[in-house]
C-alpha cells in the first residue's frame, strides 16, 4: 500500500523515564486472554503479526521502521498526534528541513521549537508511505531517557492495530473488526473525537471513582496518572522524595466492566479542552502492559482484553 502523509507531526504527548513503582490492575471484570486467543478471536492471520520492542528505560512500546531506508526502532505513542517524530538521538536519516515549527504541550502552553522535515518514503509494519512529513527534534524536550522518535496514528487510519506488550507482539489488519465479540472477555469502548489540533488522539467516556469522566490513552507515557479532583477517599501512598502521591484502590468503569488500579500517580490532567466532561484518567504503558489494546480509527473504537 502506498500513501501521502500530508499532515505535519505534532507530538503532544511526552514519553517518560520509567519510574519505580508502576500501576497497576488490582481486578478486572475480565477473562484473560492468551496470544493464540486473541489473535483468533480478533480475526487475525499470522502474516498480521510483527514483533513489539518494549523499551527497558520508559517501558513504552516500539516497532520497527524504515525511514528512506534506514532502520529505525521509534516509539509506537498514540500521543503523537501528526506523522511521525525523529530526534537527535536518532541515526542520520536523509530529510528535507521544510522549515521551523513552535510546539506546545497539551494545554497550549509552549514547548520550543522543532524543525519540520519531509522523507521521501517510510515502511510502517508491512505499508508504504510517500513524501512523509514530520518533526526532528531534541530527544531532552520529551524525556529524561534517550529515545529515536515516535510514529503516530496517522500510519492506522485504514488500519486496525492490536497491541500485547507481554506477548512482545503487535498485528495490522485493514480487516474490519469482528462483529460480536464476547463482552466476558473484552470490553469495546466509543472514541470521542479529540479537541481540535490534536489529530487521532484516544479519548473514550468511563467512571471513574463513581463520577462520569474521560480517560485518555496513551502508550507514549510510561506512567498511569488521576487528577487529584478525582482522588477523594482514596488510599493514598507518599513515596519517598520529591516522587508525585499515589493513590490505590481507583475505580474505573469501562464499557460496564469495571476495573480497579493500584498506585496510579496523583497529579494534575491538563488537557481535552473542548470535551463535555474533565479527563480524569491518562492510561500510560503501565496499565496498559496489563492489556491487550486494540485500536480501530476507522471504526471509531477501541477494545480492551486482560493480558493473560
Not at 510502517?124 to 524525556?143: E, F, I, N, P, Q
Request: glycine share 10%; with cysteine; net charge neutral.
Amino acid at each position: 500500500m502506498v500513501g501521502v502523509a500530508a499532515l505535519a507531526a505534532t507530538a503532544t504527548c511526552a514519553v517518560a523515564a520509567g519510574s519505580v513503582t508502576r500501576a497497576s490492575i488490582r481486578s478486572a471484570a475480565l477473562t484473560a486472554r492468551s496470544p493464540s486467543q486473541w489473535t483468533h478471536e480478533l480475526g487475525y492471520r499470522k502474516a498480521d503479526l510483527h514483533p513489539l520492542v518494549i523499551s527497558p528505560s520508559t517501558g513504552a512500546p516500539e516497532i520497527g521502521i524504515a525511514i528512506a531506508g534506514v532502520e529505525v526502532s521509534l516509539v509506537l505513542d498514540t500521543g503523537t498526534a501528526r506523522g511521525f517524530m525523529i530526534t537527535d538521538h536518532a541515526p542520520h536519516l536523509p530529510c528535507t528541513v521544510e522549515g521551523i515549527v513552535e510546539e506546545r504541550n497539551a494545554d497550549g502552553s509552549p514547548r520550543g521549537q522543532s524543525e519540520d522535515i519531509r522523507v521521501d518514503s517510510m515502511e510502517v509494519l508491512g505499508a508504504r508511505y510517500v513524501a512523509v512529513k514530520g518533526t526532528r527534534a531534541d530527544w531532552r524536550r520529551y524525556s529524561s531517557a534517550p529515545f529515536d522518535g515516535t510514529v503516530g496514528l496517522d500510519f492506522f487510519l485504514e488500519r486496525r492495530l492490536t497491541l500485547d506488550y507481554g506477548a512482545r507482539q503487535i498485528a495490522v489488519t485493514d480487516a474490519p473488526l469482528p462483529e460480536r465479540l464476547d463482552s466476558a472477555r473484552c470490553v469495546v469502548l466509543g472514541l470521542l473525537d479529540p479537541p481540535r489540533d490534536q489529530g487521532h488522539l484516544l479519548y473514550v467516556r468511563a467512571v471513574v471513582n463513581g463520577r462520569p469522566a474521560i480517560v485518555y490513552v496513551d502508550t507514549g507515557y510510561s506512567s498511569s496518572w488521576l487528577d487529584p479532583a478525582f482522588c477523594e477517599g482514596l488510599q493514598r501512598v507518599d513515596p519517598q522524595g520529591s516522587s508525585p502521591a499515589l493513590r490505590r484502590g481507583v475505580p474505573v468503569e469501562l464499557g460496564g466492566h469495571r476495573l480497579v488500579l493500584d498506585d496510579v500517580r496523583e497529579q494534575e490532567i491538563r488537557r481535552g479542552s473542548g470535551l463535555d466532561a474533565p479527563v480524569a484518567l491518562v492510561l500510560g504503558s503501565d496499565i496498559l502492559s496489563r492489556l491487550v489494546t486494540t485500536i480501530d480509527l476507522r471504526g471509531r473504537k477501541v477494545v480492551f482484553a486482560l493480558a493473560k
